[in-house]
């Protein structure tokens, strides 16, 4: 029996081979691992709105003999994660009498734990290396993604990197892009539910040459289709919206890394800022 974190692997590796069946499929089990052991093959091809065929060499593509093999395999792997207390029960966080505040902490915790593990650290470097290359670097996103992609377009300023946020106000963000110059790079947030005018806004750049990365959860984000670099954050909440502490302690290490290679221009800005601050409290 494989871990639940090797199978994510195996199916994660194989997804640029995939046909457009077998990534749909792919994407069901990223998404709903939980519920495969209870699926049959039939049940599992309406789901994805794939034929039983698809299913079934969806199974065989990523190592196994068929279905019914992949899924005892999933079946033994959350029976393990369950016996290990390793799944999280929301109902328990939920509970009066429970410490609320302890209980979305772990969350934050496992988030970040998840983060550690998965985050390229090879595109992570290629990613600050973009951003201090760029003549200007853009950052986007809709909803909670439009604040953190505001906080890394501030903290890369206060670093001396000249970045701004795509405003959403009058103008759409696909209306922005061709504003944008070659020699920008543009980083995108993008977190459930997808913004599809992000992704549309990534496609447009995408097809104008422009380089890009996305900030988001999985491999198998929309949005990944369409940026050369993937930084890849856990965000999941107790509620139907996307927890932050990972997003925000990726940006930091985003930010800190521009600043410790930019280090003349980051001290030359710092100090200005603080000059600037001084003269109105004084």
């Known amino acids: ?6 199978l994510k692997e195996v199916i994660q590796a194989s997804y640029p081979d995939l046909t457009k069946n ?22 599992l091809s309406l789901e ?19 279905y019914s093999e992949l899924r005892e395999d999933v079946s033994s792997i959350l029976q393990n994660k369950i ?19 302890s209980s979305i902490a772990g969350i934050e915790i496992k988030n970040i734990n998840s983060t ?24 986007a996103g809709l909803g909670v993604s439009y604040y953190m992609s505001e906080v890394l377009a501030y ?19 696909t209306e922005q892009i061709p504003f944008i110059k070659k020699n920008d790079f543009i980083v995108y947030f993008s977190f459930p539910p997808y913004s599809k005018e992000t992704i549309e806004a990534a496609e447009l750049a995408h097809t104008l040459g422009l380089r ?21 954050v856990s965000s999941e909440n107790l509620l139907y919206t996307n927890a932050l502490t990972g997003i925000a ?11 410790r290679k930019n280090k003349e221009k980051a001290r030359v800005m710092i100090s200005l800022l603080k000059g600037v601050e001084n003269s109105y409290t004084e």
């Open 212 to 232: 890009s990365a996305a900030i988001t959860n999985k491999p198998t984000a929309p949005i990944t289709r369409f940026t050369d670099h993937q930084l890849l």
């Open 1 to 6: 029996m494989v871990s639940y974190r090797h």
């Open 22 to 43: 077998h990534k749909r499929i792919a994407d069901y089990f990223l998404a709903n691992m939980e519920k495969v052991p209870f699926l049959s093959v039939q049940e």
């Open 249 to 259: 302690v990726l940006i930091n290490t985003i930010v800190t890394e521009c600043g």
């Open 116 to 139: 550690l593990q998965s985050l390229d650290r090879a595109s992570l470097s290629q990613v600050v290396k973009s951003i201090l290359k760029a003549d200007k670097v853009y950052t």
């Open 83 to 101: 016996s290990n207390g390793d799944i999280f029960n929301p109902s328990e966080a939920l509970n009066p009498k429970t410490d609320l505040f």
């Open 48 to 66: 994805v709105k794939a034929s039983v065929a698809s299913v079934v060499r969806f199974a065989q593509q990523i190592g196994y003999s068929g």
């Open 155 to 173: 903290q890369l300023n206060q670093v001396a990197v000249n970045a701004d946020n795509l405003r959403h106000d009058s103008m759409l963000l």
